[in-house]
């Protein structure tokens, strides 16, 4: 997975030029997985869930894959500079004459802080819980955000 | 003792999987989380489908063969840059092979959260009549 974390840089966050490497790597480890399956390539251990953060002109918006949790079992706290998910998934019970045949999904607990580049406004958060997808929309803290110079 | 304390979700990478037809739209698929039990009654599938839509969630079943397939539709703002990413988003695929036979008109499908419960309902076996004979 892309793993690039440009914190403490605030200007220097050229994608551009390694895309295409990241993008050569990804597909050598995908090669080399099937290769020898059992081989573990370095990959970033993680902690659940793994998150995508993206960035535009006002704010971060930060997205998680949660299926099967609910609002009430999420909780979301927004620092200055980082937001924290946790909470839980549950199944619901199934009843005593069941026999599993597969069982792939894991439910438990979860718990992440996410440092973010810029301070935000803990005031101005959206967040939304959608199809198993979670949505938290911040933005940027007034002091952070870019300002535009005109030049007399 | 029996630990009470629920466990902590261990991450797991989402597993890609090639299709056997090619994709008309280009992007990668994955294969869904799934739980199967059985009942005497039904036979039911629980799969993990994040921002899977129901009307973008295809259920095929002929031949014995039960197909899931779910389509995404990107999220992201078209002016957001990447900071962190560490999960790719895609298509889901996955088939299965039915051993029992179900009875297809009563087949349940519920996808709610972006976790799909699907009931297969098993064909009722043949109940034996008794027939009594007319004097």
Do not use: C
Request: no cysteine; charged share 30%.
């Amino acid at each position: 997975m892309l793993y690039r974390q440009m914190f403490g840089l605030p200007t220097w966050r050229a994608r551009g030029p390694f895309t295409e490497l990241e993008r050569m790597r990804q597909q050598m480890d995908r090669l080399m997985e099937t290769l020898s399956p059992d081989t573990s390539i370095a990959r970033p251990a993680g902690v659940f869930p793994l998150i995508n953060l993206t960035e535009d002109r006002n704010g971060y918006h930060l997205r998680a894959e949660l299926p099967g949790v609910k609002a009430d079992d999420l909780e979301i706290q927004v620092l200055r500079k980082t937001i924290s998910l946790s909470g839980k998934r549950t199944f619901s019970e199934e009843g005593q004459e069941v026999r599993y045949h597969r069982r792939e999904r894991e439910a438990g607990t979860f718990s992440r802080m996410i440092g973010l580049p810029d301070e935000i406004d803990p005031e101005k958060v959206k967040a939304s819980l959608k199809n198993g997808i979670l949505t938290v929309v911040v933005a940027k803290a007034e002091a952070a955000k870019p300002r535009q110079i005109t030049v007399a | 003792m029996a630990d009470k304390q629920p466990k902590e979700i261990q991450v797991k990478d989402k597993q890609e999987v090639s299709t056997p037809a090619e994709q008309t739209r280009p992007g990668l698929v994955f294969t869904p989380d799934v739980d199967i039990f059985e009942t005497e009654l039904a036979i039911t599938l629980l799969a993990d489908l994040p921002g899977v839509r129901p009307e973008d969630l295809t259920i095929d079943l002929r031949d014995n063969t039960l197909t899931i397939a779910g389509e995404i539709y990107p999220v992201e703002g078209g002016d957001e840059e990447d900071i962190l990413i560490e999960y790719e988003t895609g298509k889901y695929y996955r088939q299965f092979t039915l051993s029992e036979v179900i009875a297809q008109e009563k087949i349940d499908a519920k996808l709610t959260d972006g976790v799909l419960r699907l009931t297969l309902p098993k064909v009722e076996k043949a109940v034996p009549r008794k027939i009594t004979v007319a004097v």
